[in-house]
């Protein structure tokens, strides 16, 4: 959550914040704002409620300094207000912060300041982190910046202007990613590569615990006690074109039109058709080890959690190993047991969620070996795992994921297939699962032709202020991932339930008003939700089918999505394409800001 953009060197900073606001603002759109400092140290701050285009039209024209922090807001502490937005300014007005993150100890550090005077002007937990910067008493801003730090418990990442010191920034970072962007005598900061492409290739990736001192001519990491760090800076593959609309209307709708490309890129290099196997190097695991394992656990927060339960009834299915799947979220809490026979699998978008990343971390701290299904490169988890899968989606900008989504859910098959064929699964099984791999690319782009039959049951959706979703083992994720991208663009009520629930109590609540989004799979249990639809239908409630060709509704009237049939064990990947058409289409009917929904940001780096 919230974008951080720093810029120092000879262009004026103010264009290049405001560009790299805006390719970050979907990490958070409620206010925004930016500081300058010229090289006489004269300083200039705005702020303002709404969207970083609302910044851009309140700047004056001749605001220019050659260093500047920006940053884009998604609410923590206090409403969205000009004084709640940052940067966050201390009261002798030489110290100017943005942060991401959320500082715990944040109540008992405004009552301190206010007990020794100092007026704070907003509800922001920080706001403190400029005071005490500011009142420090050190010598240099880099002392001063460490002597904060180090009363604070919380998650951050920060970057300090400072109107005395106009010759450098100084930023660290605590559980919320940080990255230095390299470039020819000017130098950048930034929450997340989108910022940076279009100026540099060259990045180094702040580790938590670490602070930096950036200048036009380079940078200095060092940690608390202040001792310097090797950071040297790497090359990142990004292309700045991929983080475009390119003619589409939205991102979502463009990162749905990708799909599949990105599936044929996920599986690219990675079959072996000879021995029926996935090759994931990646992994960093022998076949040894890979056998080795006894269990598998799965942990993910939001689609990325659904994901995962589609992951863990395939690796059941293909390796007959127990796997199931947890939201990373509630992990830690629970003081979880980690057993030295059990692959852990953390799967985010981002590689930055900080649920996930702590999940990780406990695991790590208790001796397990955790893999990543990453789509970032150089991400948090990617780099704190002990090996991985990268998901090669390319760039997600829409807060409701897509086509990351559906790249885990290949993922996970690819993972599936290499724990089956060391165990029991067969070659000709791997040989039928890979063909079956193979010919997605193509029956995703025949789910997107049906797109306009699919926007008229969309409408119909829309009209409703509540409906129901439900799927049965394969599908029931299936169903939890439709409900929740119906919800979080719609803001429609979607509920998600087993099929096989319904009777234990949701089927109260239907009736002719609330319509249900029923996952009917050609498979065994083809009969059971067949029953389930007739006992819905019988009370009065709508249904939309998702289902395959071959599925006999027999007398039942039911509108349906046709899906094409792949081997069981994928129809999940195919069965969700087209709820992610009825959302964004439901929420286009009804006037919504599809790729930016009320409250949410892309990448939760908060708790």
């Given at each position: 959550m919230c974008g951080i953009v720093g810029y120092i060197g000879a262009q004026n900073a103010v264009p290049v914040i405001v560009e790299g606001l805006t390719r970050l603002e979907y990490r958070g759109y409620d206010s925004a704002g930016l500081a300058v400092v010229g090289a006489k140290g004269s300083a200039q701050v705005h702020r303002v409620v709404g969207r970083v285009r609302n910044l851009a039209a309140a700047l004056p024209k001749r605001m220019t300094g050659k260093a500047g922090i920006g940053h884009t807001r998604w609410a923590t502490h206090g409403p969205a207000t000009e004084d709640n937005a940052h940067p966050h300014t201390s009261e002798d007005g030489r110290i100017r912060v943005v942060h991401n993150g959320i500082i715990d100890n944040a109540d008992a550090l405004r009552a301190h300041l206010t007990g020794a005077g100092v007026t704070l002007t907003s509800e922001t937990d920080t706001e403190v982190l400029?005071?005490?910067?500011?009142?420090?008493?050190?010598?240099?801003?880099?002392?001063?910046?460490?002597?904060?730090?180090?009363?604070?418990?919380?998650?951050?990442?920060?970057?300090?202007?400072?109107?005395?010191?106009?010759?450098?920034?100084?930023?660290?970072?605590?559980?919320?990613?940080l990255i230095i962007g390299v470039g020819d005598r000017e130098m950048f900061?930034?929450?997340?590569?989108?910022?940076?492409?279009?100026?540099?290739?060259?990045?180094?990736?702040?580790?938590?615990?670490?602070?930096?001192?950036?200048?036009?001519?380079?940078?200095?990491?060092?940690?608390?006690?202040?001792?310097?760090?090797?950071?040297?800076?790497?090359?990142?593959?990004?292309?700045?074109?991929?983080?475009?609309?390119?003619?589409?209307?939205?991102?979502?709708?463009?990162?749905?039109?990708?799909?599949?490309?990105?599936?044929?890129?996920?599986?690219?290099?990675?079959?072996?058709?000879?021995?029926?196997?996935?090759r994931l190097d990646g992994l960093?695991?022998?076949?040894?080890?890979?056998?080795?394992?006894?269990?598998?656990?799965?942990?993910?927060?939001?689609?990325?959690?659904?994901?995962?339960q589609i992951g863990a009834t395939m690796i059941e299915e293909l390796?007959?190993?127990p796997a199931d799947a947890e939201a990373a979220s509630e992990f830690r809490y629970r003081n979880p047991i980690i057993e030295a026979d059990t692959l852990y699998i953390a799967v985010s978008q981002s590689g930055e969620t900080m649920d996930t990343a702590f999940a990780v971390e406990e695991i790590r701290r208790k001796g397990g070996r955790v893999v990543g299904l990453v789509n970032v490169v150089g991400s948090t988890i990617a780099r704190a795992c002990d090996g991985g899968v990268y998901l090669h989606a390319g760039p997600e900008i829409a807060v409701a994921s897509t086509k990351a989504l559906t790249n885990m859910a290949v993922g996970f098959a690819l993972v599936a297939l290499a724990l089956g064929r060391v165990r029991d699964l067969s070659n000709a099984d791997g040989q039928r699962v890979i063909g079956a791999l193979r010919a997605l690319p193509g029956q995703v782009r025949a789910i997107l032709d049906q797109e306009q039959a699919i926007a008229e049951h969309a409408t119909t959706a829309a009209a409703a202020t509540s409906l129901f979703f439900v799927g049965r083992v394969r599908g029931y994720p299936v169903a939890r991932e439709?409900?929740?991208?119906?919800?979080?663009?719609?803001?429609?009520?979607?509920?998600?339930?087993?099929?096989?629930?319904?009777?234990?109590?949701?089927?109260?609540?239907?009736?002719?008003?609330?319509?249900?989004?029923?996952?009917?799979?050609?498979?065994?249990?083809?009969?059971?939700?067949?029953?389930?639809?007739?006992?819905?239908?019988?009370?009065?409630?709508?249904?939309?089918?998702?289902?395959?060709?071959?599925?006999?509704?027999?007398?039942?009237?039911?509108?349906?999505?046709?899906?094409?049939?792949?081997?069981?064990?994928l129809d999940p990947v195919l069965l969700t394409i087209p709820l992610q058409l009825l959302a964004y289409h439901a929420a286009l009917t009804l006037g919504y800001d599809i790729d930016k929904p009320r409250n949410l940001a892309k990448s939760v780096t908060v708790e």
């Open positions: 400029a005071h005490l910067i500011s009142r420090s008493g050190a010598t240099t801003l880099e002392e001063a910046v460490v002597d904060a730090m180090s009363r604070v418990t919380g998650t951050y990442a920060i970057a300090v202007l400072d109107t005395e010191r106009p010759d450098r920034l100084v930023v660290a970072r605590n559980g919320s990613p900061v930034a929450s997340d590569l989108a910022a940076l492409v279009r100026h540099t290739s060259r990045v180094a990736h702040l580790e938590d615990g670490e602070f930096a001192t950036v200048s036009a001519t380079g940078y200095r990491t060092f940690t608390v006690e202040e001792s310097d760090t090797t950071k040297p800076a790497t090359e990142i593959d990004i292309d700045a074109d991929d983080l475009q609309l390119g003619g589409y209307p939205h991102y979502m709708y463009k990162e749905i039109q990708e799909q599949p490309d990105c599936v044929e890129r996920v599986i690219r290099g990675r079959l072996d058709d000879r021995f029926g196997v996935s960093n695991l022998s076949p040894r080890e890979l056998r080795g394992f006894t269990r598998v656990k799965i942990l993910g927060c939001g689609s990325a959690y659904y994901a995962g390796a007959r190993i439709g409900a929740q991208k119906f919800k979080e663009i719609s803001y429609r009520h979607a509920e998600a339930y087993q099929t096989s629930e319904l009777k234990h109590g949701p089927l109260a609540l239907i009736d002719e008003s609330v319509p249900t989004v029923a996952i009917v799979p050609s498979d065994e249990l083809s009969g059971r939700n067949l029953a389930a639809v007739q006992q819905i239908k019988a009370r009065g409630g709508p249904v939309l089918a998702v289902t395959h060709d071959d599925v006999d509704f027999g007398e039942l009237d039911v509108p349906r999505i046709v899906v094409p049939k792949t081997e069981p064990e």
